[in-house]
């Protein structure tokens, strides 16, 4: 694997968010795949990066599913990528 990589970001629901389809958070989601709008939910944030409690996974080169890979798995795992410890 190489190259640019895409991730699909956790969906976050707390109470003050915004519900169903009215939440932007929901509307960018629906581009995720595997996420299915709940229009009774809340939706409060869309975390894309490699926090622990909800770490972006990597989609595979077919972008209608995601490998299901976390992506700090894949940034430590990939010989090519530069990171600091």
């Given at each position: 694997?190489?190259?640019?990589?895409?991730?699909?970001?956790?969906?976050?629901?707390?109470?003050?968010?915004?519900?169903g389809a009215s939440s932007k958070v929901a509307q960018?989601?629906?581009?995720?795949?595997?996420?299915?709008?709940?229009?009774?939910?809340?939706?409060?944030e869309l975390w894309m990066g490699t926090h622990p409690s909800a770490p972006s996974t990597v989609l595979s080169a077919n972008v209608c599913k995601t490998t299901g890979e976390p992506g700090t798995d894949m940034l430590f795992n990939t010989p090519t990528t530069e990171h600091a410890h």
């Open positions: 694997m190489s190259g640019v990589f895409r991730l699909a970001g956790a969906v976050q629901e707390y109470a003050w968010g915004k519900v960018y989601a629906q581009a995720t795949p595997g996420f299915a709008l709940d229009n009774d939910k809340p939706y409060a």
